[in-house]
């Protein structure tokens, strides 16, 4: 006997099938079946829809204070502090700050202080670290006040230039600065 169920031949004889409660516990698990083997199908010709790219723009503010990357990215801050990337949206990725010599990390524009941070992001994004300059106390002192006195010391960032100087009293001239210099 000949059966046909949503486009699918089963062949059966009245050997094969006892009971019409068989037959219908048969022709549920041929169901089943069936819809699985659809849906395989149907899945096999799909086409996915893979997430939107955003962009991630990420800041060292200011430029010289150090670089910014993301994970797995071998991407460091161009010359004016700022680089960019195109990446899958929602997609969970790490990024870095790191201060360059002379400045301390602050925080992210968010007011996140972790230099390395996780981030996911669902739109255009930018992050901008902050770095701030170290800051160096330079004393200067004479030898003896009588003899004359110095100017300059005070707090610096690091690597500022600075101008001491050294001011004899009438009567007396400067001879060398601790270091040796004249």
Same mark, same amino acid.
């Given at each position: #006997?000949?059966?046909?169920?949503?486009?699918?031949?089963?062949?059966?004889?009245? /050997?094969?099938?006892?009971?019409?409660?068989?037959?219908?516990?048969?022709?549920? #698990?041929?169901h089943?079946?069936? !819809? *699985?083997?659809?849906? *395989? !199908?149907g899945?096999?010709?799909? +086409?996915?829809?893979?997430?939107?790219?955003?962009?991630?723009? *990420?800041?060292a503010? %200011?430029?010289?204070?150090?670089?910014?990357?993301?994970?797995?990215?071998s991407w460091?801050?161009? $010359? /004016?502090?700022?680089?960019?990337?195109?990446? %899958?949206?929602?997609?969970?990725?790490?990024?870095?700050a790191?201060?360059?010599?002379?400045? $301390?990390?602050?925080?992210?524009?968010?007011?996140? =202080?972790?230099? $390395?941070?996780?981030?996911?992001?669902? =739109?255009?994004?930018?992050?901008?670290?902050?770095f701030? %300059? /170290?800051?160096?106390? *330079?004393?200067?002192?004479?030898?003896?006040?009588?003899?004359?006195?110095?100017?300059?010391?005070?707090?610096? +960032?690091?690597g @500022?230039?600075? @101008?001491? =100087?050294?001011? %004899? =009293?009438?009567?007396?001239?400067?001879?060398?600065w601790?270091?040796?210099?004249?």
């Amino acid at each position: #006997r000949l059966k046909s169920f949503e486009g699918l031949i089963l062949l059966t004889t009245s /050997n094969n099938l006892k009971r019409e409660a068989s037959n219908n516990m048969l022709l549920r #698990r041929i169901h089943s079946i069936f !819809l *699985l083997f659809v849906l *395989l !199908l149907g899945c096999a010709g799909m +086409n996915y829809v893979q997430a939107a790219n955003v962009t991630l723009t *990420l800041t060292a503010s %200011p430029a010289a204070g150090g670089h910014v990357r993301i994970a797995n990215g071998s991407w460091t801050t161009s $010359t /004016n502090g700022t680089t960019s990337r195109s990446v %899958p949206q929602s997609t969970p990725m790490n990024i870095y700050a790191q201060a360059a010599s002379g400045y $301390t990390f602050s925080q992210w524009n968010d007011g996140n =202080k972790n230099a $390395t941070r996780a981030v996911q992001i669902t =739109k255009n994004t930018t992050y901008t670290a902050t770095f701030i %300059p /170290n800051t160096v106390t *330079l004393t200067v002192t004479s030898n003896n006040t009588n003899y004359g006195t110095v100017t300059g010391g005070g707090t610096y +960032n690091y690597g @500022t230039s600075v @101008t001491i =100087k050294a001011t %004899p =009293k009438t009567g007396y001239h400067f001879v060398q600065w601790s270091d040796g210099n004249t």
